[in-house]
Nanobody, 127 residues
């Protein structure tokens, strides 16, 4: 079910940064674990980072640890993915997802358990 909207993607060179944004006017983000996923054509959508309802962050992808951070502003109902020191392997379509249910610290890296998605935003990193 689509209720989210991503923005901020684009084409950058290796070493540069991008900041993705996720909004969801119909959802109160404080009631959801918010995650970022990415997907290459023909491959499965993979969870990379998540912030639980309580604000706890889990990073699922070793390749982005230390480079990607997730943040949220509950007053504006927006979640950001800050991506620094981008590399060509980061090239993918990036999706924001919201998951309801579970305890306050819960996050899931599985795309199967997410309740809401956006259309995604393309990130392309050239070498």
């Amino acid at each position: 079910q689509l209720q989210l909207s991503e923005s901020g993607g684009g084409t950058v060179r290796a070493g540069e940064s991008l900041r993705l944004a996720c909004t969801g006017p119909g959802l109160a983000f404080g009631n959801y674990a918010m995650g970022w996923f990415r997907q290459d054509p023909g491959k499965e959508r993979v969870g990379i980072i998540c912030m639980s309802k309580s604000g706890k962050v889990e990073t699922y992808s070793d390749s982005v640890k230390g480079r990607f951070t997730i943040s949220r502003d509950l007053t504006k109902n927006i979640v950001h993915l800050q991506m620094n020191d981008l590399i060509p392997d980061d090239t993918a379509k990036y999706y924001c997802a919201a998951q309801s249910g579970g305890p306050p610290d819960f996050c899931s890296s599985s795309y199967r358990t997410q309740n809401y998605w956006g259309w995604g935003t393309q990130v392309t990193v050239s070498s």
